[in-house]
């Protein structure tokens, strides 16, 4: 079963808690909010014997950091911004699937008007790329304020 789990840091270190949750929860992929950390201090803890090899597919969104237990050219971005990126992963005998990373912006820090034109672009940018891929099979997770 492909697992995938989610995490915000608050701009908290949490790579050793993350890596001893993705070890537990064994998981395949775990999307990271809010980094305080760089990739190296993840893939050092997750690069593990009881692991195996991860890896951290590149993206435009900093908010959002992706690893993956499998190589991260089976990750690719379809569409991004500052607070979500899009991805579909493709992996032998399964099919594929979309991937949707959301940090939308604090109600602290915007008027309260605009979240819903946040959450409608964000819509439209999740309806292109499943038009385009031919499928919905979308999960979208993340921090929606």
Known sequence: MFRIGFWNTNRKPAAKLISAMVLEQNLNLI???EPAEGAAAYLDALNSPQQGRWSSPRGMCQR???YARFPASKIRARKESRHHTIRTI???GLPELTLVGVHLKSKLRQVESSQPYSVIRLMEDIRRVETSRNHARTIVLGDFN
Do not use: G, Q, R
């Open 64 to 66: 959002i950091a992706l």
């Open 31 to 33: 999307a990271v909010l």
């Open 90 to 92: 493709a992996l032998p």
